[in-house]
């Protein structure tokens, strides 16, 4: 069986793209977003919502506040982290997960 990695393993959870996402943000439009880079990456540049790293999720799924069927941005550098958050909630209960295709760094690159 092939793997697409293109999309989230389930199809009730879409990725999200940068742009969707600023649109979004823009429109101060209330995300649940988890940031799973290290403390110093969110602290150096971040968009906001809760900062876990993805190592220390698994511990500290009790910090999240937001019912297991809200729509949860996943979101960090490039977008590999992110999506193993994505498959940790998943097994764990959250049916709307969408990882941010490209992570932050696509959201730079729209912004320059």
Not at 32 to 57: S, W
Not at 60 to 89: F, M
Not at 91 to 101: A, E, I, M, V
Request: with cysteine; hydrophobic share 35%; net charge negative.
């Amino acid at each position: 069986m092939s793997h697409n990695l293109s999309n989230s393993p389930n199809s009730n959870n879409p990725d999200i793209k940068a742009i969707e996402l600023l649109e979004r943000l823009d429109n101060s439009e209330a995300l649940h977003i988890l940031d799973v880079r290290e403390p110093i990456e969110f602290y150096t540049h971040n968009i906001g919502g809760l900062n876990i790293p993805v190592g220390h999720l698994l511990n500290r799924l009790e910090d999240l506040e937001w019912d297991p069927a809200d729509e949860i941005i996943l979101i960090c550098k490039a977008g590999i982290r992110s999506r193993t958050a994505q498959s940790i909630l998943q097994q764990n209960g959250y049916t709307h997960t969408r990882n941010l295709t490209g992570g932050l760094t696509a959201i730079q690159r729209l912004k320059s």
